[in-house]
Each structure stands twice: as C-alpha cells, then as structure tokens.
C-alpha cells in the first residue's frame, strides 16, 4: 500500500491522498480464474451498450455510437447527459453485487467463492503511531482482474433499467452517458425527469451517487443549429446539472456540432508539448539515430494527436481541421528533428518519409472501420479500401500524398531532388539528419536562405561573391572544410539529384554535410544574424 499525494491538495485532508492497493500475482492469477469461470455462468451476458474492460471494444467504439445516434436523430434535438458516479470504483458495493450475481444464476460454488473471497477484507495502514486497520465492504484493489468486471455487471443493471426511456445508453467503465430525443424544451425536461428519477433509484440501490456538478448535459441540435431561450432543465437529487457547449468523453472534446475542431486544436497542443518535453531531454544526445526520432515522433505525436481519429477523420477533409493536424505536424517534425522552424512540411514529408499526418488520420480510420465491419463508413473515407490489398493500400497512399505535394506551392527545392513520394520511397539509403534535413530543404544556413527571411543583407557568399545557394555550398564554394573538398573530388555525380540517386556516392557526401553545417552554423555571421533554430526554442 502506497501513499500518494497530489501536489494542489491539502495535505490535512484523508481526501487528497489515494490508496494504492496493488494485487499480487497469485491474486492476479485466481481472479483471472474466477473471472472466466464466473462470465462462462452468466445467465444473460453483458449489454452491448458496455464498452470498457471488454475485449475487442475501445473507446472510439463508445465515442463512434454517440457520434452515429446524434447523426441519426429525427427529432429536433438530442439531449446528452454526461453522468459522473462519484468514485465509482472505490464504491462498488459488495453486497449489492452479491445479489447481482444471484440474479444471473451463477453456480452456487462459484457464488461461494466470490462471496467468501469478498468478505472479510482489512486495509492496514503504517502511521508512526502504530498500524491502524478497517475493514472494507467497498471497491476493488488497483490491478484487480475481477474488480472491472464485476463492475460491468452492476452497470448492466443501470443499463437495463434506462434503456427503456433513453434513445441510447452507453457505458464505458464508470462512464455513463444516457442520449434521448425530443422535440422541444418541454419534451426534453420531461424525459430527462422520468431518467434521471431511474437514475437516482439504481444508485440508491447500489448505495452510489452522483455528482451533478461533475455531471454535464449537452443539447446536439439535429436539423437547424438553434439555441433555446432558455436552457433545459435537468436535476438529479434536485441539483440542477450544468448545461455545457463542449465537454470531455473519453478523451475527445465534443462540440454541439461535432466538428471536433476544438479537440483537433487541444489534442495537437498536447502532442506538441509532449514533443517538446522530450527533445528538450534528448538535447545534447546525438546518439537519437532516424531511426529513433522516428519511433518518437510515431509513439508520441500520433498517438496523442491521432486518438480517436476513427471518429473524426471524415472532418480532417475539411480545410481548417486539416490545416489544424497539419501545421501540428511540422511543428512536432520541427522540434524532434532539429529542422529550421521555417522549414516546410511538404520538404519534411519527403526528406523524412513520412506521409503527411492528415492522410495517416484517414488511413487509420479507414483501416479501423474496415475492422469494424462497416465498410460503409470507409467508403466515404477511402472509396474500396476493404477491396484493396496491402500493398494496394501502400500504393493509394503515396497517390493522395503526391496529389497534396502538387497542390501546394511549398517546398519545391525537396520536390526538384526527389521527384515525386514514388521515387523517394526507392532511396532508403537516405537517412534524415540535422545537417541531410538543412541541405535537402535549401532551409538551412545558406545565405540565399537567411537573405530572404531577412537575417543577412545579402545573398551572396563572402567567399566568392557567388550567390549562396545550396548548390554553391555543396558544389562551388571555396570556404567549405576539407571533407566536403575530399568529397567533392570522390563524387561522379555532378547534381544532388543525381547524387542520391546512388548509395555510394550520396554515402560520401552526406558524411560530409554535417561538417559544412557545422562549420556554417558556428561561424559569427550566423550568430550576428540571430538565427533561430528549432532547438533554441524548444
Ligand atoms: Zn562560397
């Protein structure tokens, strides 16, 4: 048992601080064995309107049916109310389920041992004073195997009880959200009465509560985006719940009209912070291979901007959602790779072989609907992805991801090297780093490059009074250190084009390049100029 304390708390509370009651492994072991044993003997299997602790089930599951029933309404408005069962786990009322599990006729052994493994629990607790102990009737250790699905089975009987008057119950966990329809103010205070008077009789019998100021209703309106006068009203133990605009389901914000724009922008944020956190730890690490910032740009950026995306990446086809995933990326991109921060996604994309994010979000999607069976859904997404094979898949990728290279008018200098996303997928010897990123997306400590964003006055070299282009630099200029002189003189190719087309020779230049940026980056003008680079201000 631990004891933990969250830094904003008041220490004096008991309330502030959280109990860790970790199950050993033989425990893990004979719940796992009851809990099999136990949901085999059910008499009438969970509710499919469970979505959490079940296998084959995920949170975009539950978030994808709300999504759907406000979709579907034929009425006016949907009413959504957003239950919070305070410490719902912690309160799990044994007794009441006891009489749950008679109700689903479980085998008296099986009863037995459930019953006797629940009774008779103490929690000990070490104080300088001496051990105090107190029995518990309540809630389940953290790591329990069984605890969860217990659970469940007392939710199914809330479940039972409300879905008769609601349009839609979906529980996930202690979540709980209970959708019904109607056709005006009026209608929707009276429904949202006779539920929430079921409500409060089914925790009464379970001996929970809910909190209605934790609780929140939103209104979806289903045909025109009309607002009440005045706003409905819901009470549950004759305390009004907040009606609310936008609100937290697990882990998506929702808006009234399901545009998840405040989610993409909130959840980009995170990502991005997420990001920076951990480039700021691997600073001075040069030991990050590729390989390795890729792994963290995929664990780390996708997974948090992309959660859900099978619920909304239909709306990433809409301009500013996409624009919203998108200017995320670079920026992820950006601070992981220590690019310029001017560099452009399109060169990033190709430099780094890595679609563009808003692409990736359709394609998990598609390819999470396809896995749902509703191939309907997909098909708005993707026409005939399930038809596709793998490979045919790969293919349509690098088709939508060359046709968004050509619609945008950045990051031409990576677009003239590498042709198109077809041909840069055939160079795997090109393997993205500080200097190989600064060379190839001519943003880099080039005078041509800092002339036009204003950092020098002039664009051309100090050397040799050539205008400072990448090609000067890597071609022609005279102040370059002697390995790009010894490489010059080792390279057939005459062109960077040319040049990573062979491993061999792009293998010699590219050990290089990192010595030019180098010594470009640490000469004064470039100090004097203040130039920015990522990781200065990550
Ligand atoms: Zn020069």
Known sequence: MILHK?????PKLPKSYRPINL???GGKVFE???????SEALYTPLAPEQFGFLQGKCTTDAILKLHQTIENGDLKYIAALFVDISGAFDNLWWPALLVRLEEQKIPKHLYDVLKDYLSQRWVEVQTPLGTYAKPVTKGCPQASVLGPFLWNLVMDTCIQRLKPYATEVLAYADDLLVLWQSRSR??????????????QEWCELNKLTVAPDKSALMVFPIKEPKTFRRQPTV???GHRIPVVRETVYLGIRLDLFLHYRSHLRLQTHKAIQAVSRVTSLAKRDYSLTPEKQKILYKGIFEGIALYACGVWAQRILLKTSGSILLRAQRTALV???????????EALTLILDEPPAHLTALFRAAKYHVKRDRPDLSHELIENYSNLSKSERKEKLVEMWDAWLRESPKGTFARAIFGNVHNRKRLPWVKPNRAIIRVLSAHGPFRDHLCRRRLVDSDLCLADSERDTVEHAVFR?????????EARMK????????IIQDREDWNILSAALADLVQKRESESLLVRAGIQVAEADS
């Open 6 to 10: 969250s830094p904003n708390k008041d």
């Open 23 to 25: 199950l050993d492994v």
């Open 32 to 38: 796992k064995v009851l809990k099999d044993l136990t």
């Open 186 to 199: 009026l209608h929707l205070e009276e429904q949202g009465r006779v539920i929430c008077r079921q409500l």
């Open 235 to 237: 009470r549950i133990n």
């Open 335 to 345: 601070r992981l790779f220590g690019a310029y921060t001017d560099t452009p996604l």
């Open 477 to 485: 200029c005279r102040a370059v250190p002697e390995t790009l002189k």
């Open 491 to 498: 390279i057939q190719a005459r062109t960077l084009r040319d």
